[in-house]
């Protein structure tokens, strides 16, 4: 599968295949934040279909792969500057209608989802799965992708 480089992490951007498979590595990514930061009963389990919780995740993440995954070295205190944010977005990683753990759509709280739902079946049935690449911001990204000093 071929990957859309100049979009990154821009979920719109991503062609349903690369969406999906962004997503489960996200997921993982995720169920590891949880564990490591002891973030249980902070971020709902059904994040994912909360798109101000899920653009939020996806920034930490990106920005961890940028830190703990890069070949050359950065800032003295990337590590612990990241960390710095994963605090300050906690407040944003919440989603009060969701905190007894069954999902309920922002703002106004809908019925229940249905039994067994999860990731596979969100990312199988959702618009988000199916919808085809539409970056938001289509001509600036294809400006940077063709010009490497912006």
Same mark, same amino acid.
């Given at each position: ?6 979009h ?13 498979i962004r997503?489960r ?6 169920n ?7 973030l249980q ?19 930490l ?7 703990y995954?890069?070949?050359?070295? @950065?800032?003295d +205190?990337?590590?612990a500057?990241?960390? %710095?944010?994963?605090? $300050?977005? /906690?407040?944003y990683?919440? =989603?009060? !209608?969701?905190?007894?753990?069954t999902?309920?759509?922002t703002p106004?709280?809908a019925?229940?989802a249905?039994? @067994?739902?999860? +990731? ?5 049935? %959702?618009?988000?799965? $199916?919808a /085809?690449a539409?970056?938001? =911001?289509? !001509?600036?990204?294809?400006r940077?992708?063709s010009?490497?000093?912006l």
């Amino acid at each position: 599968m071929e990957f859309s480089a100049p979009h990154g992490f821009v979920w719109a951007a991503m062609a349903p295949g690369e969406r999906y498979i962004r997503m489960r590595e996200l997921a993982r990514w995720v169920n590891w934040l949880v564990t490591a930061f002891e973030l249980q009963g902070q971020i709902p389990p059904c994040w994912y279909r909360h798109p101000s919780i899920l653009e939020h995740l996806t920034a930490l993440y990106a920005s961890w792969v940028r830190i703990y995954c890069r070949t050359t070295s @950065g800032s003295d +205190l990337a590590e612990a500057e990241w960390i %710095s944010t994963l605090h $300050a977005f /906690e407040p944003y990683l919440r =989603a009060p !209608a969701c905190a007894n753990g069954t999902h309920h759509e922002t703002p106004a709280p809908a019925p229940t989802a249905a039994a @067994g739902e999860d +990731l596979e079946d969100f990312l199988a049935t %959702s618009a988000f799965g $199916a919808a /085809e690449a539409e970056h938001p =911001a289509e !001509a600036e990204a294809a400006r940077q992708a063709s010009d490497p000093l912006l």
